[in-house]
């Protein structure tokens, strides 16, 4: 089964807010918590001032991993018994050490984000208050779906740190 992703309002492009044309679309598959695979069809839009591309992700999708949100979610928040994603046992195990390292980058940026949208001046006695009200606990007790609203302003800003090196498939490395 197919499934077309988009968008109810209209977004500017996260670099340089001007308008994205739709350019075309891809396929993108995803696996859920019973280990069901879904087919989405993601749309690509080019930004008309900076001509970047970018893709239109649903929130139940983490940018280059393979299931939706709600099962890493749960992976990284229960412990490993309970978790009931259709996983392998090291698959949960690598995304709580996904989330361990990475939880605190995507706080920063997130408050980054914060003081530069609210206007304080980097370095001044209120951005640093600011920056202070935010931690990874106090998303995990804003309810279910805590992951996506952590991670979507991370990857919107074009923050997102890739944890595959392509240095590392290179035949001198193997």
């Not at 309002?9 to 994205?20: A, G, Q, R, S």
């Not at 709600?70 to 949960?92: G, N, Y």
């Not at 980058?105 to 920056?131: T, W």
């Amino acid at each position: 089964m197919v499934f077309f992703v988009r968008g109810a309002e209209e977004v500017p492009c996260p670099c340089c807010t001007e308008n994205l044309e739709i350019i075309g679309s891809r396929e993108r598959k995803v696996r859920g918590g019973g280990g069901e695979l879904r087919q989405l069809v993601i749309r690509r839009l080019r930004c008309v001032g900076c001509r970047r591309i970018h893709h239109e992700l649903p929130d139940l999708l983490i940018p280059y991993k393979r299931y939706d949100s709600r099962c890493i979610e749960q992976a990284v928040t229960e412990p490993e018994a309970s978790v009931t994603a259709c996983a392998e046992t090291s698959t949960l195990r690598r995304w709580k050490v996904w989330f361990r390292v990475l939880s605190i980058y995507f706080i920063l940026v997130l408050q980054a984000l914060e003081a530069r949208m609210s206007g304080l001046a980097p370095g001044s006695p209120e951005a640093s208050d600011h920056l202070r009200m935010t931690s990874a606990p106090a998303f995990r007790q804003q309810g279910p779906g805590w992951l996506a609203r952590l991670v979507r302003p991370v990857a919107n800003a074009h923050l997102w740190v890739h944890t595959r090196f392509a240095y590392l498939s290179a035949p001198a490395l193997r």
